[in-house]
């Protein structure tokens, strides 16, 4: 049996173990150009960090008055953001180092995310998580993404793990907020430094107030075998 017993470990996977945000901006960008809308700053891009796509496409539509469908602007965005994410995505060093070390000890493991399922396989094969990393959810197979807990509990369901069993790696409030819906345990390791003080982010088991910066795979291994053997 693992040392890690029962535990089991879920990853968000944008902003958490690859650094994609810049492509969902980009995408984004040019998408809100394209229909009239020029100027869509970074800094407006920081509100959608963690949302899912679709919901996203929801939001921008009212919030700028679009013509263009939910649909035609999310096909839009995601045609653009594939070609982005095939080749400029690259994983966080140290979180495929925890993928690593938790892949020798056998510890289930999986992706829950609210990006779309093209979008999932795309960036696992070109990163080679999908070595490691079988299990995969999208907000597109569960009725509601995040902040409600279906992808979370999804993922637990697949892995045959009890939720109070999972530990969620998470940057984002909604995804915070989802984990801790869905009665998990988890890390919180913030890709917008300003989050860190969101009420979201104060149920955390473990807070890295630094994000990535800060996030190593050796503490985050000896923090999670501490956790389940004391447990």
């Given at each position: ?65 679009l013509h263009a469908t ?69 907000a597109d197979e569960v ?72 996030f190593t795979a050796q ?13």
């Amino acid at each position: 049996m693992s040392k890690f017993g029962t535990l089991a470990v879920i990853f968000d996977l944008d902003g958490t173990l690859v650094d994609s945000e810049p492509n969902y901006y980009e995408a984004s960008r040019q998408t809100l150009a394209e229909h009239g809308v020029p100027g869509f700053t970074w800094a407006e891009h920081e509100d959608y960090v963690g949302i899912s796509t679709l919901e996203t496409a929801v939001i921008l539509r009212e919030r700028y008055g679009l013509h263009a469908t939910v649909d035609e602007l999310l096909d839009a965005t995601n045609r653009r953001y594939l070609e982005l994410a095939r080749t400029h995505t690259h994983a966080y060093p140290e979180m495929r180092k925890f993928v690593e070390l938790l892949a020798a000890e056998a510890v289930p493991m999986a992706v829950a995310s609210g990006s779309s399922p093209e979008a999932l396989d795309a960036i696992l094969a070109g990163t080679g998580l999908d070595a490691f990393l079988h299990t995969v959810v999208s907000a597109d197979e569960v009725t509601h993404g995040k902040p409600a807990p279906d992808v979370f509990l999804e993922a637990a369901r697949r892995l045959g793990a009890d939720p109070a069993d999972c530990v969620v790696l998470e940057d984002a409030a909604p995804g915070a907020a989802a984990a801790h819906a869905a009665g998990m345990r988890w890390i919180a390791v913030p890709y917008v430094a300003a989050q860190a003080d969101s009420p979201e982010f104060a149920t955390a088991a473990l807070l890295l107030r630094g994000g990535q910066a800060e996030f190593t795979a050796q503490s985050a291994y000896t923090w999670l075998l501490d956790s389940a053997t004391s447990g």
